[in-house]
């Protein structure tokens, strides 16, 4: 790749139907911890990351990490200070413990996996009145080692996100998704005090990090599917989460020039992105295939919906015939019709050999030329 290469503005090119002169690689989701142990014993050299040994852009999973990290603790686990993290069980083969976004998790020990959700810290008004204090924006103390890692930021060529914990997210880590569902019709009035929080908090972090750092896109967690169909209804969507989307984005946009607003959601959400588009969100991840999520759908119905994702992890795990037919079937009409950024579309298990990566990297670069 050549020297002069821009990522940041090939980035916003491709984000917009543009043709950059040269094409970014993402993996966003990145590799299970057991996938890198496993192509340690098959070939990636001990002194490499899997990110420079393959020569991918720096995105999200493999961002500029200190600096990544200590800002997504202020955005995206948005409590000042922190819930302190609590031990409550352990044994041989799982861990029990109230981790700082407050919710306590069963998780088993010596592999990746998804915890179990045991506990949330939010069941009624009170609960909420009770923890609010850790959510006012304007408490200085949470921006300081921010600030200390943000100096000398004007010359990067690395992306970097403003991390935001999305609308549905931040009422399901305060309730959980069942207490949640119940609260639309209990305490509906509940719910919009909460957003119209939601927005003050991040209006107000806004305030205090974009001044200190150019930010290239904003990032919406919000894991708000399930491999058939969305967790909240299009209704309540419009409801309790598409004013309040708006009012953010506006703001972004508006007093900071943001302009690529990226909804990470896994699950099948196909009857939300009129919603998403509605609100301003212009690119979406990670199109899970197993949820049926196939981006040459997605671009048919929304053509104007930029995409990362996609490419079905589990042909990775077939084998090289799967994977150049996984690739050849979708990858170069997406990149025909812009907008699209190439991607496997989750964590890569360690099911996937590296022999099978190497060849899956070496079809999607002859691609992306």
């Avoid at 001990?46 to 991918?56: C, H």
Wanted: aromatic share 16%.
């Amino acid at each position: 790749m050549e020297s002069s290469y821009n990522l940041r503005k090939a980035f916003k090119e491709v984000v917009t139907f543009r043709k950059p002169e040269h094409f970014p690689h993402f993996e966003a989701m990145g590799f299970w911890s057991e996938t890198i142990d496993r192509w340690h014993k098959e070939g990636l050299p001990l002194d490499k990351t899997s990110w420079e040994f393959f020569k991918i852009d720096q995105f999200m999973d493999n961002a500029p990490e200190e600096l990544s990290y200590h800002t997504d603790k202020v955005t995206q686990i948005p409590y000042w200070p922190p819930f302190e993290c609590n031990i409550i069980e352990e044994t041989d083969r799982y861990i029990v413990q109230r981790e700082m976004d407050g919710i306590i998790k069963k998780q088993l020990k010596g592999k990746t996996s998804m915890p179990q959700f045991l506990d949330f810290p939010v069941k009624n008004r009170k609960d909420w009145e009770d923890l609010k204090w850790r959510l006012d924006p304007y408490i200085k103390d949470r921006y300081k080692r921010v600030k200390e890692l943000s100096i000398n930021l004007n010359n990067r060529n690395t992306l970097l996100r403003f991390g935001i914990c999305g609308g549905y997210g931040f009422q399901r880590n305060l309730f959980g998704d069942e207490t949640l569902a119940y609260t639309y019709y209990d305490d509906p009035n509940l719910v919009h005090e909460i957003m119209e929080h939601w927005v003050y908090l991040y209006t107000g972090i806004a305030d205090h990090l974009c001044p200190l750092i150019d930010f290239d896109y904003v990032f919406l967690w919000e894991d708000m599917a399930y491999k058939t169909s969305s967790l909240i209804s299009p209704k309540h969507f419009r409801e309790f989460i598409l004013p309040y989307y708006r009012e953010l984005i506006n703001y972004l946009k508006g007093r900071y020039k943001l302009d690529v607003f990226m909804v990470d959601s896994d699950g099948n959400n196909f009857s939300l992105f009129p919603l998403f588009i509605e609100a301003g969100i212009n690119i979406f991840i990670p199109c899970e295939i197993n949820a049926g999520m196939e981006p040459i759908l997605i671009r048919e119905k929304f053509p104007n919906l930029a995409l990362l994702g996609g490419i079905d992890k589990q042909a990775l795990i077939k084998g090289k015939e799967e994977i150049e037919e996984e690739i050849l079937r979708k990858v170069p009409k997406m990149l025909e019709s812009g907008g699209y950024f190439p991607s496997v579309d989750h964590h890569i298990p360690p099911d996937v050999s590296f022999e099978n990566f190497c060849y899956y990297i070496e079809i999607l670069t002859g691609m992306e030329k």
